[in-house]
Every structure is written in structure tokens, then in C-alpha cells.
């Protein structure tokens, strides 16, 4: 083969797929390693001084090769190729070195599952052997890199039991775990740590002839560590390991923000250009997959902060903020990548012009499809624009995005009610070839206690209505507020608006338990709103015919042992609260025309019921989203909803199903981020808000949005998880598979066993047992299979090795085979 000057051996083996151990090499490691040592480490509180002054880090030693000629074995990692080489990888005399070298790790190494004859399908605990616990395999047993290397050498028998040392294990810091009991001293985190991140946050010392591991200052966060998690996505043993990752698949469990966004919004992207003052470009990036992008960046639930990792450090990234920023600087040259569809031919009809039904829209246009949306209200936009108040969406926000989605050809029909001015069948006799209906839930539910019929009640969605429409008056007095979600929290906000003087909230749940998110409770709290947690109303008190005075009492619990909604109060536990105003946010409710609820099946609650795979109702080519098919939600999620609405139709007239811009392409992102002073105890940058005082009265907008430095400040907080997903696998042990062809079968016996399938990308899709290997693997050739290798051991006990063999599959990958869960499904 050819290699360039300079290349090592090792490189230029793993170049052909010729694999040498290298436990302490990894291919996004510089190579040839370099690294020195440094003048202390610590461990926990433990300082630990360098007894070697910059001594460098000479390896793990087991990528020992024999090149011809010499007489000494040479470390494949460091020895570099030269004309006419010749190199031979595994000769007894390697094999022997190896084998000598993995004993002098394992002896310092937790290795007693390693050699256990029983390890296969083990979960450590309980031990059948009854091995203590400082001695066994920790929690990476199965999936560990050591493992698999060490099964590839060989452990000699002659290797010495381990004698636990009783290190520091760190678990008070955020995100990560550090066990200096499972550290082998292969360096990888430090040498990622300070070559490829920049940061040095880690460094290793030399102490009687061993490498020694730590962190530059007592803990991660003093050594300005930017919790990259770099540092464990190359650990080869479980020294370093991830908390409570509570998602099966490695990057939802890595990038919550992203995964938790209902619209899927590449926010660690946006976020990133935000932090290189790139606002434009990190505009574009949203609205690849918003509909609604400014009416999200003033009114989104923001889940993705609710998950964001920062919030292990101290507070979350302010992403909603940052999106503000972003929208407010956008360009619209994304409008260049808009692509023309070709007309499909179809019209589509489009019953409610919220959230949902304007993600419908857009997306069944950017399809190809005429769609016309109809409204019952005489302006577009349903609880955005209906709703949720000024103070927290300007109206001119609404009509922003509103712009955008009418300028792809939608057509807007408002006055027009289902039921009064059309129907479902009218529609379709006009030509519509499908039917989405996507409207709100539009009215206020009601309290079945004493003096519920008294004037001066009005529920929640009403008034808030009413307000936006005008129609309200100012309040006087005393105005209470019943419910704990943004409905209830907006109402209290609003009353205070009108005029109210004084204004309170009660709701059945304690603090911790309420809908609303925390930073509308908080606001609620920082303008006067005096919120009585685990409170319900009992009875409410009139006088001349007008509500004067509501009785409370104590709620003990809101859900009862099943999780369902079902209070327990205690009725000797009261409180009474006089009051001019009563206003009811308890939830809210379907309206729909009697003559379309008679003719579609419906839930028990009155929500449309609808094929939760197609989104079709119980009517021909009538489908529905958002909160008449899922209930109450928040504007991002019925957004999600519209657009899987758009997808269903476009199905449902052959198309794919789909629609993926690209108005920003993707950069190889740079690994390098560099070291930050205090990165870790940096907090959260305040959204500027218009002061207190200044929000009597008037419905102007409290968030007033960052000013540049602001948003770059804010956006490099971010702990950049999502770069861990270039992080490559280290080079692994080759696999025993074999090519699932009649080839691949000559060397199969007609005896027990278990086989494993493998598909293309060599990723096992079923695990069997059997009484004949051959036999059913032939068969398993003529089925159509997706399977393109395969493995197999022979086994008398198979039944035993195949439930061995499950369980350690299903440890890796928390689930059954691919192939093993279809089989299960279709027994059930």
C-alpha cells in the first residue's frame, strides 16, 4: 500500500481495515499522542503534585507489531512507515506482548466479569458468583471499549485478582460522573480536553510510574470545564460517564433541546451562528422548520429550555429570547431557497385559522396544494390573535407570519362559521377535494358548585376574548381568578390591565403542580397577583343576584392513585375572599355545530377521534389536528400538529408525506471551542422588560427583546452538546460476522446454536435459537430478510445462549431486535 511521509503504522493499518489495540488512540486524537504531563491534578479535594517534571505520556502499549528486521517489537502508534516496510500485526510473539501488557492494565481495572464463565446476558447484579462489588464490571459492562479489546487480546490466566484502591468517585457535579477506579490513564479525555476543545479543563501527572488523571482545579466547574461531554464520548471504560440519560437513542438523549421541540428546530445550530453574530443566518435556520417563527419567538412554551442541559450547571440557555433575536434581524434572503412546487390539482379546505390550520396551510402550499382556510372571527389567527394578550404578542407579530403564509398562495376566509355559513358536505359539493379541520377550543368550562349562575362570573377564554376584541370593561374592586395553567395566569394579568386593585389566584395545585410555566407564574408574582396554591372553590357567595365572595377550601390532592384528575379535599379547611369579579380558567372545551359533531365520531370529552397514523376522521377525505383531534396545548405543538395534518393529506393523495428545507447549508462545525473564564457560573442573561410600574394600565409588550451583545452573550452559554455527534467511534475489534449468501453458509454445521442478522450497516436486527443452524439459516435467505450478514456460536443449551444473548443486546440498546419486536407484535 501507499502511505504519505509521516503517517504511523497504525494509521496506515486502520487506512486498509487491518485492525491493531490501541486502547489510548482514537481517530479524532491527534497522532502521533504528544500530550505532557502537568505540575498537579486534583481528585475530588485530593491534590495530587507531578513527580515527573512534563514527562510525556507514553501510551497503553498495545498496538505492539513486529516489523521485519528488527529484532524488538515497536509501538505501531508512534513508529512510522518507511519504503518496503513489512509489518506483521499478530505473530505469538505480538500476541504474547499484548496479552502482558492488557494484564498490567486490568490488574489496576475492575476485571472480575471479564473472566466470569457466566458473563454472557449478566447484568453484574445480583452476582450468581457472588464477586464484591468494587470488584465487578461497572454499569458500561457489554458495551464497554475495554471489554471488547480485551476479548480481541486475550486475558492471560496468570492475571492478578484486582485490589480495589477505594479512589474518589465525583457524583455532586453536573452531568457527568467521575470514577477514578475504572480510569486505565489512557488520557483521552485530557488530550480531547486540551487538543481538540482548547478548554484544560483536564490534565494527568506522573506518580510512581502511573498516570494519574484529574481535573486542573478541585472540581469541573473551577477548572472552567464547559461541559462539553466531549471528555466521555471518548472514555473507553465507564471512568467518565453520563447521568440519568433518560432517552434511549444516544443523540435525543444529548440534544434535548432539539428533540424536545415539538417542530424539531435545529436550535444548537441557530443557537451557535447567534454566538458568531450571524442573526440572519440563525433566522433562516428557524424557519426551516416554522411556519410561525416571530409569533414562537415571543409566545413559545419553550420545552427546549425546560430540557436544556445547562440547566444541570445553573440556568437554562434562554433559547426563546435568543430566536427573538434572530427573527429580529432576519434578512428573508432564505426566500431564495424557496423552491416552486409544481401544482397538484387539489383544493383543500382548512376550518380554523389558528396555529394548526396556518401550519397546515403553509405547508399544504409549499406542496403544491390550493388551500383556503376559513375563520369564524373576522381577523385570522384564532388564540394568538384572541388570546393571548398584547402585553406577551403583539398583534403585529401575528400578522407578520400570517403575511408570509398568504403570500405562498393561501387563501383566507374570515366571518365564514362551520355550521352557520358552510358545512362539511358544502364544502365538498364546492369542489374540495379534502378537509382539515383544525379549530380551537373555544369555550370556557364551568364550575357545577353553589351560586355558579351569579352575575359578574365570565370565563377565562371569554374575557380574554372580549378584551382583545374591545368589548371588555375596565374592572373596579376585587377580581379572583380560579385555575393554575397560561390561561389563568394571562386572566389574572389582564384583570390587573382593566383596572382591578386588587387581583388573586387560586387553584387546586401546589406550586410545583401547576400547568402554567414557571416564568408566567413568576411574572404573575412580580405584579401583584397573590396565587393561593391547593385551594378550590366550595361554594360562591352573592348578594342582590351578584357574585360578592368565594368560599374555599383546602385540596389535599388533584389526581388520586391512578393518575387520574379526581381532587380530595379537606371541606374544615376554608377560607373565604370577597370579591367584585369572578373569573373561571379551569379548562377549556370543543364547540362544534351539532350538525358536524352528529357526523363525525367523537371521545368521550367531545374531541374529534381520528386515526392517530392517518388523521382521518370517521368521514371520507376529512381529517383533523391540533386541539379538536389532541386536546389543549401550546401554540408550538399545534403547529406540529398542522404540519403532520399537511403531511396526512399529501399522503393521503400519494405524495411522500414530507418537506425538508435547507435555507442555510450545514458547515462542518469546528471542534475548537476555547477556554472561558468562569464558564460554568456564567448566568443566564435577564431579558430586558419594561419596569413594573410602567405595565399598569396598558397592554404594552413586557419582554422588550436583547440588543446584540446580549444575544451573543446569552447564545455562548451553550454547553454545544450537539458536537459530541462528530465525535467518531474509537476504532473496535473486528466482528466475527459472515456475508448472509449461500457463500457465507458452506462453513455452518446442522447442529444447535444461536445466529444473529445483521443488515447493511451491520446494526443485529434478530437473535434465534435453534435446533439447526444451517438449516434455518438457509431459510432465512429465501424470506426476503433485510439481513445481509450474520453471526452465529454453536450452543446444546440454545434456548439458554439465545436469552443470554437478548438480554445483553437489550442492555446496549434498551429494546429487542428489530426484527424480534415485529415477531413479538404480530404473537399479541
Request: proline share 5%; net charge negative; glycine share 8%.
Given at each position: 500500500?501507499?502511505?504519505?511521509k509521516?503517517?504511523?503504522?497504525?494509521?496506515?493499518?486502520?487506512?486498509?481495515?487491518?485492525?491493531?489495540?490501541?486502547?489510548c488512540?482514537?481517530?479524532?486524537?491527534?497522532?502521533?499522542?504528544?500530550?505532557?504531563?502537568?505540575?498537579?491534578?486534583?481528585?475530588?479535594?485530593?491534590?495530587?503534585?507531578?513527580?515527573?517534571?512534563?514527562?510525556?505520556?507514553?501510551?497503553?502499549?498495545?498496538?505492539?507489531?513486529?516489523?521485519?528486521?528488527r529484532?524488538?517489537?515497536?509501538?505501531?502508534?508512534?513508529?512510522?512507515?518507511?519504503?518496503?516496510?513489512?509489518?506483521?500485526?499478530?505473530?505469538?510473539?505480538?500476541?504474547?506482548?499484548?496479552?502482558?501488557?492488557?494484564?498490567?492494565i486490568?490488574?489496576?481495572?475492575?476485571?472480575?466479569?471479564?473472566?466470569?464463565?457466566?458473563?454472557?446476558?449478566?447484568?453484574?447484579?445480583?452476582?450468581?458468583?457472588?464477586?464484591?462489588?468494587?470488584e465487578?464490571?461497572?454499569?458500561?459492562?457489554?458495551?464497554?471499549?475495554?471489554?471488547?479489546?480485551?476479548?480481541?487480546?486475550?486475558?492471560?490466566?496468570?492475571?492478578?485478582?484486582?485490589?480495589?484502591?477505594?479512589?474518589?468517585?465525583?457524583?455532586?457535579?453536573?452531568?457527568?460522573?467521575?470514577?477514578?477506579?475504572?480510569?486505565?490513564?489512557?488520557?483521552?479525555?485530557?488530550?480531547?480536553?486540551?487538543e481538540?476543545?482548547?478548554?484544560?479543563?483536564?490534565?494527568?501527572?506522573?506518580?510512581?510510574?502511573?498516570?494519574?488523571?484529574?481535573?486542573?482545579?478541585?472540581?469541573?466547574?473551577?477548572?472552567?470545564?464547559?461541559?462539553?461531554?466531549?471528555?466521555?464520548?471518548?472514555?473507553?471504560?465507564?471512568a467518565?460517564?453520563?447521568?440519568?440519560?433518560?432517552?434511549?437513542?444516544?443523540?435525543?438523549?444529548?440534544?434535548?433541546?432539539?428533540?424536545?421541540?415539538?417542530?424539531?428546530?435545529?436550535?444548537p445550530?441557530?443557537?451557535?451562528?447567534?454566538?458568531?453574530?450571524?442573526?440572519?443566518?440563525?433566522?433562516?435556520?428557524?424557519?426551516?422548520?416554522?411556519?410561525?417563527?416571530?409569533?414562537?419567538?415571543?409566545?413559545?412554551?419553550?420545552?427546549?429550555?425546560?430540557?436544556?442541559?445547562?440547566?444541570?450547571?445553573?440556568e437554562?440557555?434562554s433559547?426563546?429570547?435568543?430566536?427573538?433575536?434572530?427573527?429580529?434581524?432576519?434578512?428573508?434572503?432564505?426566500?431564495?431557497?424557496?423552491?416552486?412546487?409544481?401544482?397538484?390539482?387539489?383544493?383543500?379546505?382548512?376550518?380554523g385559522?389558528?396555529?394548526?390550520?396556518?401550519?397546515?396551510?403553509?405547508?399544504?402550499?409549499?406542496?403544491?396544494?390550493?388551500?383556503?382556510?376559513?375563520?369564524?372571527?373576522?381577523?385570522?389567527?384564532?388564540?394568538?390573535?384572541?388570546?393571548?394578550?398584547?402585553?406577551?404578542?403583539?398583534?403585529?407579530?401575528?400578522?407578520?407570519?400570517?403575511?408570509?403564509?398568504?403570500?405562498?398562495?393561501?387563501?383566507?376566509k374570515?366571518?365564514?362559521?362551520?355550521?352557520k355559513?358552510?358545512?362539511?358536505?358544502?364544502?365538498k359539493?364546492?369542489?374540495?377535494?379534502?378537509?382539515?379541520?383544525?379549530?380551537?377550543?373555544?369555550?370556557?368550562?364551568?364550575?357545577?358548585?353553589?351560586?355558579?349562575?351569579?352575575?359578574?362570573?365570565?370565563?377565562?377564554?371569554?374575557?380574554?376574548?372580549?378584551?382583545?376584541?374591545?368589548?371588555?370593561?375596565?374592572?373596579?374592586?376585587?377580581?379572583?381568578?380560579?385555575?393554575?395553567?397560561?390561561?389563568?395566569?394571562?386572566?389574572?394579568?389582564?384583570?390587573?390591565?382593566?383596572?382591578?386593585?386588587?387581583?388573586?389566584?387560586?387553584?387546586?395545585?401546589?406550586?410545583?403542580?401547576?400547568?402554567?410555566?414557571?416564568?408566567?407564574?413568576?411574572?404573575?408574582?412580580?405584579?401583584?397577583?397573590?396565587?393561593?396554591?391547593?385551594?378550590?372553590?366550595?361554594?360562591?357567595?352573592?348578594?342582590?343576584?351578584?357574585?360578592?365572595?368565594?368560599?374555599?377550601?383546602?385540596?389535599?390532592?388533584?389526581?388520586?392513585?391512578?393518575?387520574?384528575?379526581?381532587?380530595?379535599?379537606n371541606?374544615?379547611?376554608?377560607?373565604?375572599?370577597?370579591?367584585?369579579?369572578?373569573?373561571?380558567?379551569?379548562?377549556?372545551?370543543?364547540?362544534?355545530?351539532?350538525?358536524?359533531?352528529?357526523?363525525?365520531?367523537?371521545?368521550e370529552?367531545?374531541?374529534i377521534?381520528?386515526?392517530?397514523?392517518?388523521?382521518?376522521?370517521?368521514?371520507?377525505?376529512?381529517?383533523?389536528?391540533?386541539?379538536?383531534?389532541?386536546?389543549?396545548?401550546?401554540?408550538?405543538?399545534?403547529?406540529?400538529?398542522?404540519?403532520?395534518?399537511?403531511?396526512?393529506?399529501?399522503?393521503?393523495?400519494?405524495?411522500?408525506?414530507?418537506?425538508?428545507?435547507?435555507?442555510?447549508?450545514?458547515?462542518?462545525?469546528?471542534?475548537?471551542?476555547?477556554?472561558?473564564?468562569?464558564?460554568?457560573?456564567?448566568?443566564?442573561?435577564?431579558?430586558?422588560?419594561?419596569?413594573?410600574?410602567?405595565?399598569?394600565?396598558?397592554?404594552?409588550?413586557?419582554?422588550?427583546?436583547?440588543?446584540?451583545?446580549?444575544?451573543?452573550?446569552?447564545?455562548?452559554?451553550?454547553?454545544?452538546?450537539?458536537?459530541?455527534?462528530?465525535?467518531?467511534?474509537?476504532?473496535?475489534?473486528?466482528?466475527?460476522?459472515?456475508?448472509?449468501?449461500?457463500?457465507g453458509?458452506?462453513?455452518?454445521?446442522?447442529?444447535?446454536?444461536?445466529?444473529?442478522?445483521?443488515?447493511?450497516?451491520?446494526?443485529?436486527?434478530?437473535?434465534?435459537?435453534?435446533?439447526?443452524?444451517?438449516?434455518?439459516?438457509?431459510?432465512?435467505?429465501?424470506?426476503?430478510?433485510?439481513?445481509?450478514?450474520?453471526?452465529?456460536?454453536?450452543?446444546?443449551?440454545?434456548?439458554?445462549?439465545?436469552?443470554?444473548?437478548?438480554?445483553?443486546?437489550?442492555?446496549?440498546?434498551?429494546?429487542?431486535p428489530?426484527?424480534?419486536?415485529?415477531?413479538?407484535?404480530?404473537?399479541?
Amino acid at each position: 500500500m501507499k502511505a504519505s511521509k509521516g503517517t504511523t503504522i497504525l494509521e496506515a493499518a486502520r487506512k486498509i481495515d487491518v485492525y491493531i489495540p490501541a486502547i489510548c488512540f482514537h481517530p479524532d486524537l491527534p497522532s502521533p499522542i504528544k500530550a505532557k504531563s502537568i505540575k498537579a491534578v486534583y481528585r475530588g479535594t485530593q491534590k495530587i503534585d507531578n513527580r515527573s517534571s512534563e514527562k510525556e505520556f507514553e501510551g497503553c502499549k498495545l498496538c505492539l507489531v513486529q516489523v521485519e528486521g528488527r529484532e524488538e517489537l515497536v509501538l505501531a502508534c508512534c513508529t512510522p512507515v518507511s519504503e518496503n516496510l513489512k509489518v506483521r500485526t499478530e505473530t505469538q510473539q505480538v500476541q504474547k506482548a499484548r496479552k502482558t501488557q492488557l494484564m498490567h492494565i486490568l490488574a489496576k481495572h475492575p476485571h472480575a466479569c471479564l473472566i466470569c464463565a457466566q458473563k454472557e446476558g449478566c447484568t453484574t447484579e445480583p452476582c450468581s458468583t457472588n464477586v464484591p462489588v468494587e470488584e465487578r464490571c461497572c454499569p458500561e459492562f457489554g458495551k464497554c471499549e475495554l471489554e471488547r479489546v480485551s476479548e480481541y487480546i486475550g486475558i492471560r490466566e496468570d492475571t492478578p485478582r484486582y485490589i480495589p484502591q477505594n479512589l474518589p468517585v465525583i457524583e455532586n457535579e453536573p452531568l457527568f460522573l467521575r470514577d477514578y477506579n475504572l480510569c486505565i490513564g489512557c488520557t483521552r479525555c485530557v488530550r480531547v480536553c486540551q487538543e481538540v476543545r482548547g478548554v484544560g479543563a483536564l490534565g494527568f501527572v506522573h506518580k510512581n510510574d502511573e498516570v494519574l488523571v484529574g481535573t486542573v482545579e478541585p472540581t469541573f466547574i473551577d477548572s472552567d470545564c464547559k461541559f462539553c461531554g466531549a471528555c466521555v464520548e471518548v472514555c473507553p471504560t465507564g471512568a467518565l460517564r453520563d447521568k440519568e440519560l433518560k432517552a434511549a437513542k444516544h443523540e435525543v438523549a444529548l440534544i434535548p433541546c432539539k428533540y424536545t421541540c415539538p417542530a424539531n428546530v435545529d436550535v444548537p445550530r441557530y443557537v451557535k451562528l447567534i454566538s458568531e453574530g450571524k442573526f440572519a443566518d440563525a433566522a433562516a435556520v428557524a424557519r426551516e422548520k416554522l411556519p410561525l417563527p416571530n409569533v414562537l419567538a415571543h409566545a413559545c412554551s419553550r420545552p427546549c429550555e425546560s430540557a436544556c442541559r445547562r440547566l444541570d450547571v445553573n440556568e437554562a440557555v434562554s433559547i426563546c429570547g435568543l430566536k427573538r433575536s434572530a427573527m429580529e434581524n432576519d434578512d428573508e434572503t432564505w426566500k431564495d431557497k424557496l423552491e416552486p412546487t409544481e401544482p397538484k390539482g387539489k383544493k383543500i379546505a382548512i376550518i380554523g385559522s389558528g396555529p394548526a390550520g396556518l401550519s397546515a396551510a403553509y405547508y399544504l402550499a409549499r406542496l403544491g396544494y390550493q388551500a383556503t382556510v376559513f375563520e369564524t372571527m373576522s381577523e385570522p389567527g384564532g388564540m394568538m390573535r384572541y388570546g393571548v394578550q398584547e402585553y406577551r404578542l403583539p398583534k403585529e407579530i401575528v400578522e407578520k407570519d400570517i403575511r408570509e403564509i398568504v403570500n405562498l398562495g393561501v387563501e383566507i376566509k374570515t366571518d365564514a362559521a362551520l355550521g352557520k355559513d358552510f358545512t362539511v358536505e358544502s364544502l365538498k359539493n364546492e369542489g374540495y377535494d379534502a378537509i382539515l379541520i383544525s379549530v380551537g377550543l373555544q369555550t370556557s368550562r364551568k364550575l357545577k358548585v353553589e351560586g355558579a349562575d351569579l352575575a359578574g362570573i365570565v370565563g377565562g377564554l371569554d374575557f380574554l376574548r372580549n378584551v382583545r376584541l374591545g368589548k371588555a370593561s375596565n374592572l373596579e374592586g376585587k377580581a379572583l381568578v380560579i385555575g393554575g395553567g397560561s390561561v389563568a395566569i394571562d386572566t389574572a394579568l389582564t384583570a390587573l390591565r382593566l383596572g382591578a386593585n386588587n387581583v388573586q389566584l387560586a387553584c387546586l395545585e401546589k406550586t410545583e403542580e401547576m400547568p402554567a410555566f414557571p416564568w408566567e407564574v413568576q411574572q404573575a408574582l412580580e405584579e401583584g397577583v397573590k396565587i393561593h396554591n391547593s385551594f378550590g372553590v366550595n361554594k360562591i357567595l352573592g348578594k342582590n343576584g351578584r357574585v360578592a365572595a368565594v368560599e374555599l377550601m383546602h385540596c389535599l390532592s388533584v389526581f388520586d392513585k391512578e393518575g387520574r384528575f379526581n381532587p380530595s379535599f379537606n371541606e374544615e379547611e376554608t377560607m373565604q375572599i370577597e370579591i367584585n369579579t369572578l373569573i373561571l380558567a379551569i379548562g377549556q372545551a370543543p364547540d362544534l355545530p351539532s350538525l358536524t359533531a352528529s357526523q363525525l365520531k367523537l371521545s368521550e370529552s367531545g374531541l374529534i377521534d381520528v386515526n392517530s397514523s392517518t388523521l382521518e376522521t370517521s368521514m371520507s377525505s376529512v381529517f383533523a389536528c391540533g386541539d379538536i383531534a389532541e386536546g389543549p396545548t401550546s401554540i408550538v405543538k399545534a403547529l406540529a400538529s398542522g404540519k403532520q395534518g399537511a403531511f396526512a393529506i399529501d399522503k393521503y393523495f400519494g405524495g411522500i408525506g414530507n418537506l425538508e428545507d435547507r435555507f442555510i447549508e450545514i458547515e462542518k462545525p469546528n471542534p475548537w471551542l476555547g477556554k472561558m473564564e468562569e464558564f460554568g457560573y456564567k448566568q443566564s442573561i435577564q431579558m430586558p422588560c419594561l419596569p413594573i410600574d410602567e405595565r399598569k394600565g396598558n397592554f404594552s409588550e413586557v419582554e422588550l427583546g436583547y440588543d446584540e451583545k446580549m444575544a451573543r452573550d446569552e447564545a455562548s452559554r451553550c454547553l454545544r452538546c450537539d458536537l459530541r455527534m462528530d465525535i467518531q467511534q474509537a476504532y473496535q475489534p473486528p466482528e466475527k460476522w459472515l456475508p448472509l449468501t449461500e457463500e457465507g453458509l458452506k462453513t455452518v454445521l446442522e447442529t444447535e446454536g444461536v445466529y444473529q442478522l445483521l443488515n447493511d450497516d451491520k446494526e443485529i436486527i434478530y437473535i434465534k435459537g435453534t435446533m439447526n443452524l444451517k438449516k434455518e439459516l438457509e431459510q432465512q435467505l429465501t424470506t426476503g430478510t433485510k439481513a445481509k450478514y450474520f453471526i452465529y456460536e454453536e450452543a446444546k443449551m440454545y434456548t439458554m445462549r439465545e436469552s443470554e444473548s437478548l438480554q445483553q443486546y437489550m442492555k446496549r440498546h434498551g429494546k429487542m431486535p428489530e426484527q424480534n419486536m415485529e415477531i413479538e407484535e404480530d404473537l399479541y
